[in-house]
């Protein structure tokens, strides 16, 4: 198996943060699937950095309109991690 080098990582650990502050640091990657003609499958996978502490998380839902819900995947998972007390 190749080794992946320290720098590859950190320079892909930049690239995939969302949104960060002084009490965290949400990272993600999104990805859309099509299930049949008109149904998606859409999925934010990722982890929050809280306390120097990573907790990771993965979501997923069906849909039947993209524009209307692509950035659902944020907020849900968003929502779930305040709920969690990992975000504020």
Not at 46 to 70: L, V
């Given at each position: 198996?190749p ?5 590859s ?36 996978v990722?982890?929050?950095?809280k ?38």
């Amino acid at each position: 198996m190749p080794k992946i080098s320290r720098q590859s990582i950190d320079i892909v650990k930049d690239i995939i943060v969302i949104e960060q502050t002084d009490n965290y640091k949400f990272s993600g990657k999104t990805g859309v699937g099509m299930l049949t003609e008109t149904d998606y499958i859409m999925w934010l996978v990722g982890y929050i950095e809280k306390d120097n502490k990573p907790y990771f998380y993965a979501m997923n839902f069906k849909t039947n309109d993209f524009n209307k819900t692509s950035q659902a995947r944020y907020e849900i998972t968003k929502d779930i991690l305040r709920e969690l007390k990992l975000m504020d």
